[in-house]
């Protein structure tokens, strides 16, 4: 199994190239999203729970989330939890994952844990400006978060942005592909499946 991780920042088209590879591999390659594997934060008031900074690692259960990996890695599917943004609750439901003959996993702080970056075979980066990525967030949190435009801004600056420039925008060096994330998703997918071909040869 080889396993890809696409990293970059929030909105910076991860998921967008995930699902672009997932559409010309088929079966052939499944996707595991690090977001579903933030903590379940039912035990605070929602007010509170918006407060919580989502942009640090420790955010994440990144325990679990390697532990799937392995799993992954040994050829058989894993329960993926599922995160409902707008409450900012895991739900009750799983979402089976694999196996695959290659698996690819995007999450804005992927790179932020080394036992993650260990597992990985090929490591993508996807920039975007920081501007680009906040309009984006804007558009997609208002429509499908149930977010107000001003929330998000505002949690842009506070948390989304500085925790990018420690946990997120460093890691970029360490990619061994680096896509642009305002070009042509097409050839960030092509550029992925020729590094895949590659890896293939070199086994």
Same mark, same amino acid.
């Given at each position: 199994?080889?396993?890809?991780?696409?990293?970059?920042?929030?909105?910076?088209?991860?998921?967008?190239?995930?699902?672009?590879?997932?559409? *010309?591999?088929?079966? *052939?390659?499944?996707?595991?999203?690090?977001?579903? =594997? $933030?903590?379940?934060?039912?035990?605070?008031?929602?007010?509170?729970?918006?407060?919580?900074? =989502?942009?640090?690692?420790?955010?994440?259960?990144?325990?679990?989330?390697?532990?799937?990996?392995?799993?992954?890695? !040994?050829? *058989?599917?894993?329960?993926?939890?599922? $995160?409902?943004?707008?409450?900012?609750? #895991?739900?009750?439901?799983?979402?089976? @994952?694999?196996?695959?003959?290659?698996?690819?996993?995007?999450?804005?702080?992927?790179?932020?844990?080394?036992?993650? #970056?260990? #597992?990985?075979?090929? @490591?993508? $980066? @996807?920039?975007?400006?920081?501007? @680009?990525?906040?309009?984006?967030?804007?558009?997609? !949190?208002?429509?499908?978060?149930? *977010?107000?435009?001003?929330?998000? #801004?505002?949690?842009?600056?506070?948390?989304?942005?500085?925790?990018?420039?420690?946990?997120?925008?460093?890691?970029?060096?360490?990619?061994?592909?680096?896509?642009?994330?305002?070009?042509?998703? %097409?050839?960030?997918? %092509?550029?992925?499946?020729?590094?895949?071909?590659?890896?293939?040869?070199?086994?």
């Amino acid at each position: 199994m080889t396993l890809v991780g696409i990293a970059g920042g929030s909105c910076a088209g991860k998921t967008t190239l995930a699902e672009g590879l997932a559409s *010309r591999l088929n079966d *052939r390659l499944a996707v595991l999203q690090f977001d579903h =594997y $933030y903590r379940d934060h039912g035990h605070l008031p929602m007010g509170e729970r918006a407060l919580v900074n =989502y942009d640090h690692p420790d955010s994440l259960d990144g325990q679990l989330f390697v532990t799937h990996l392995d799993v992954l890695a !040994d050829g *058989r599917a894993v329960e993926a939890p599922v $995160y409902d943004f707008a409450t900012h609750r #895991r739900t009750s439901a799983t979402d089976q @994952v694999g196996p695959s003959p290659v698996v690819a996993v995007d999450g804005i702080l992927l790179l932020a844990f080394p036992a993650v #970056r260990r #597992r990985l075979d090929l @490591v993508v $980066y @996807v920039d975007a400006p920081a501007e @680009v990525r906040l309009e984006r967030r804007v558009a997609r !949190d208002v429509a499908e978060r149930g *977010r107000t435009e001003a929330g998000v #801004r505002a949690q842009f600056a506070a948390t989304v942005a500085p925790m990018h420039e420690r946990w997120v925008a460093p890691f970029a060096q360490e990619a061994d592909l680096l896509v642009d994330g305002l070009a042509d998703p %097409e050839q960030a997918i %092509e550029a992925v499946l020729g590094c895949l071909a590659e890896l293939a040869t070199g086994r």
